[in-house]
């Protein structure tokens, strides 16, 4: 695609001087890039084919601690190294860096130099090689909803994330003036993405004050996964240049819509969507209805990887556009899954359940598998719902917080079959150290509750 580089290129604009740094990345479980900056003579010569980093960066959390209870690195076992393998075909320029390119990395073990298994990239290729076996390849494309804020980040830190005033006064959804005033962070956000080779479709105003999304066109799963990441980074980064903040958490005040990421699915054969039918009433195939019964049918399962910290779990309301149940429906938002461009080739599936703060990597993943697993087992489709899902009883519930859905993925037999025991148990850790954490906090909520009253 136009706007990555070949490695000859990178070599002659480090030549001309254009270049002079590159960012060797590689994917954590949090979705986060992570990695070293070399000079670009550096890598040009020998860092291209690999570097190291220390094998706690697939074992800390958001704050970067040490947590017990890991079989892949511990401070027993020496928090050894891992192996970043450049994976060239991703080079690309970093347009809002001066003199910057960047390329992510696979993450190998040190010793044998293959994959480590419970790297969320090496995750999600494995269920591409699972769905190439059955002939298939995933396009897939995931939204991103964030805030943006009025103070820098650094400010609203040293505040203590107090008096958070998003950057616009009132409810943004679709607002081109309101937007408008945002397009000094937003248009450098399109145009140096797209520069980088992301095929940017759009961005717009949000159903709240101050709330963006960026749209960036379907794609095979891994690029998908590969250019959300870069872009949530770029949009931090170029909100920080400015002097504002750009936050991801889904749900930042009890009483503000939170930010979902949204996975829109479909897959194709041979160049040609497989998912369509023009004898069928919706436009689906026999192939994406046993694939959306498998989504729909392991959704408690692998909501983690959806909904990964304490925080996600407050997005999931009535009446707030985010869902609470596991059932499909034709272009009705109120359902964990929508069925959108029914009777057109674009017909797919979009999985409404993620929240903003997902890591798409481990989301298609386990989506991906969840629907393999239905086209293997023949999985039969029930009915659309339709109406007001929130109220629908007879619905199945998506898990309500982070404790149900820990207990789902490490009580999941289906996604010990296909992730492996050693990656579900090493993100059950992930989650149970979440909840740990969040136990010992004493949070203002209760504090003003019981200060005076208890
Ligand atoms: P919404 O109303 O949910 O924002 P859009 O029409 O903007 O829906 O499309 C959302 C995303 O769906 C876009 O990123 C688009 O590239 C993606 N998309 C379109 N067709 C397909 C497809 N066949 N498979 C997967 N994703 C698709």
Redesign the pocket.
């Known amino acids: 695609m136009a706007g990555t580089l070949s490695f000859e290129d990178l070599k002659s604009q480090v030549a001309s001087g254009v270049i002079d740094t590159v960012l060797v990345c590689a994917v954590d479980m949090q979705g986060r890039l992570m990695g070293k900056r070399f000079h670009a003579a550096n890598f040009i010569e020998t860092s291209y084919e690999e570097t190291h980093c220390c094998n706690y960066l697939l074992a800390t959390d958001l704050e970067m601690a040490t947590p017990s209870g890991y079989a892949s690195a511990s401070w027993q076992a020496g928090y050894g190294d891992y192996v970043l393998q450049p994976d060239l075909s991703t080079l690309r320029p970093v347009p809002w860096l001066a003199g910057t390119a960047m390329v992510l990395c696979d993450i190998l073990d040190h010793h044998h130099h293959q994959p480590v298994p419970h790297s969320p990239r090496a995750i999600l290729k494995k269920q591409i090689a699972r769905l190439a076996e059955l002939g298939f390849d995933a396009?897939?494309?995931?939204?991103l909803e964030f805030f943006l804020f009025e103070k820098s980040l650094d400010e609203i830190r040293k505040g203590g994330f107090r008096d958070l005033t998003p950057i616009s006064g009132y409810n943004q959804d679709y607002h081109i003036f309101q937007t408008t005033k945002e397009e000094m962070i937003m248009r450098p956000v399109r145009n140096h993405l797209y520069a980088a080779g992301i095929p940017i479709?759009?961005s717009k105003g949000e159903a709240e004050a101050g709330q963006e999304?960026l749209?960036?066109?379907?794609s095979p799963a891994l690029d998908c996964a590969d250019f959300h990441t870069i872009a949530k980074n770029a949009v931090k980064e170029i909100a920080w240049q400015h002097g504002h903040a750009a936050s991801f958490l889904p749900k930042w005040h009890a009483d503000r819509v939170g930010s979902s990421s949204?996975v829109?699915?479909?897959l194709w054969q041979d160049g040609t969507?497989a998912?369509v039918d023009k004898a069928d009433d919706l436009g689906m195939s026999e192939l994406m209805k046993h694939y959306m019964a498998g989504l729909i049918a392991y959704a408690p399962d692998y909501t983690y990887f959806l909904a990964p910290y304490v925080n996600s779990y407050k997005r999931f309301a009535k009446g707030s556009f985010a869902p609470t149940k596991t059932v499909w429906s034709v272009d009705n938002r109120t359902a964990g899954f929508?069925l959108?461009?029914a009777g057109t080739?674009?017909?797919?599936v979009?999985c409404r359940i993620g929240g903003s703060d997902l890591n798409p990597y481990l989301a298609q993943a386990v989506m991906l598998a969840a629907g393999i697993k239905g086209i293997e087992d023949n999985m039969v489709l029930g009915a659309p719902t339709t109406g007001d899902v929130y109220e629908d009883s007879k619905a199945g519930d998506i898990p309500q917080s982070l404790m149900a859905a820990t207990g789902t993925l490490r009580n999941s037999a289906f996604l010990r079959e296909v992730l492996g025991d050693d990656v579900v148990d090493h993100y059950t850790r992930a989650a149970e150290w979440e909840q740990e954490e969040f136990d010992r906090a004493v949070t203002d909520w209760e504090i003003a509750r019981g200060f005076e009253r208890a």
């Open positions: 396009m897939m494309a995931t939204e479709e759009n999304e749209n960036i066109r379907y949204h829109h699915q479909s969507p998912f929508r959108c461009g080739k674009g017909v797919r979009e």
